[in-house]
C-alpha cells in the first residue's frame, strides 16, 4: 500500500489532498462562523450593512468595550434558564437510549436466534414504522395524553420516541447479533450457562461496539428530535431543539437571536465530545458487519 501510494503522480496527490482540505473547511465552517458569532452582539453578527462587521466586532466593542462578549451566553443560560432545558434533553435521552437498548439487545437476540419464519415479517413490520415520519406516530398519542392528564411532562416524550426509535435498534442489533456465531451460545451452554447466562456473559461483551454504537444512534435520535419533543412537552419541560426554536421566534425583541446562536453552540459542542470518545467503538461497531466469526 505504501509503495501505491508513493507511485502516485504529484499532481492526483495534489488534487486529492487540495479537495479533502477544501472539504473539511466546507464542513466545518458553519460550526466555526456560528461559534464565532456567538461571541457578537446581533447588530455585528447579522450586519447588513458591512459583513465584516462579524469579524472585528465594531457593533460589540461600542456595546461591551470589547470585540466579544458573553452576553449571548448569559441571555441564554442565565437569564432565560438554559440549563433547565440540558437537563431536560439528558434525562429524554438517558431513558431512551436506556430503553431502548434494553429492548432491542434481548429483541434482536431472540430473533437472531429464532428459525421461525414469523421473524421476517416482523422485522418487516419494524421496518414500515420506521419508514413512517414521526409526527404520523405523535398524532396517535395526543387523545389519549390529553384524556389521560399526562400531556407536557417528560414521560411522554421518552415513550414517544422509543416507540419511533425501537424498530431501528431491533434492526440493527439483530444484523449484529447475527455476525455471531451460534457456536458460542451452544459452548457456553455445554459449560453449564442457561441461555441467559450465555447471552450476558459469552454474547454481549463480544458485540459491545455493536452497542454502544446502536446506542449512539438512539441518544442523537432523542438529543436531535423537534417533532415529538415540541408537540409533546409544554413550556417548562422542553429540551434543547424546542427551546432554541423558541428564541429564534422571538426574534422581534433585540438580543434573542443571539441566545439561539449561543444555545445552538451549547448544543452542539457536547457532540463532538460525544463522537471523539467513543470514535473506536462507533468505528468497531459500523464494520462489525462485514466481519464474519
Known amino acids: 500500500m505504501a509503495s501505491q ?3 502516485m503522480p504529484l499532481g492526483l496527490r495534489f488534487l486529492t489532498n487540495g479537495f479533502i482540505v477544501i472539504w473539511l473547511i466546507m464542513a466545518a465552517f458553519p460550526f466555526i462562523w456560528t461559534f464565532w458569532g456567538s461571541f457578537k452582539v446581533e447588530l455585528d453578527f447579522f450586519s447588513i450593512a458591512d459583513w465584516t462587521n462579524a469579524l472585528t466586532g465594531e457593533g460589540t466593542q461600542k456595546t461591551h468595550g470589547s470585540p466579544f462578549t ?11 434558564e438554559f440549563w433547565t432545558n440540558v437537563l431536560n434533553t439528558f434525562i429524554v435521552c438517558f431513558f431512551v437510549v436506556l430503553t431502548s437498548l434494553t429492548i432491542g439487545t434481548l429483541g434482536g437476540y431472540a430473533l437472531s436466534r429464532s428459525g421461525f419464519r414469523y421473524v421476517f415479517w416482523l422485522l418487516i413490520i419494524a421496518l414500515i414504522f420506521r419508514a413512517m415520519p414521526p409526527i404520523t406516530l405523535v398524532a396517535g398519542y ?14 411522554t416524550a421518552i415513550i414517544v420516541l422509543v416507540a419511533i426509535n425501537q424498530p431501528f435498534t431491533l434492526w440493527m442489533l ?3 447479533f447475527q455476525n455471531i ?3 458460542l451460545d451452544e459452548s457456553a451452554k455445554v459449560d453449564g450457562c442457561t441461555q441467559f447466562q450465555a447471552f450476558r456473559h459469552v454474547i454481549i461483551p463480544v458485540m459491545w461496539p455493536g452497542v454502544i454504537t446502536t446506542g449512539l444512534f438512539s441518544f442523537l435520535l432523542a438529543y436531535n428530535d423537534f417533532a415529538v419533543t415540541a408537540m409533546l412537552l409544554s413550556e417548562s419541560n422542553r429540551t434543547m431543539v424546542p427551546q432554541i426554536a423558541a428564541f429564534l421566534g422571538t426574534t422581534y425583541t433585540e438580543g434573542n437571536v443571539m441566545f439561539a446562536v449561543a444555545a445552538v453552540v451549547s448544543a452542539t459542542a457536547p457532540l463532538f465530545v460525544l463522537v471523539m470518545f467513543f470514535q ?3 468505528v468497531s461497531g459500523l464494520t462489525a458487519g462485514a466481519v464474519k466469526g
Not at 395526543?142 to 414521560?155: Q, T
Request: overall charge positive; proline content about 8%.
Open 174 to 176: 439483530h444484523s449484529f
Open 5 to 7: 501510494a508513493q507511485k
Open 142 to 155: 395526543m387523545l389519549p395524553f390529553f384524556e389521560w392528564n399526562v400531556w407536557g411532562i417528560l414521560p
Open 280 to 282: 473506536r467503538q462507533i
Open 70 to 80: 458573553g452576553a449571548g451566553y448569559y441571555g441564554a443560560w442565565v437569564t432565560n
Open 181 to 183: 456465531p451460534k457456536e
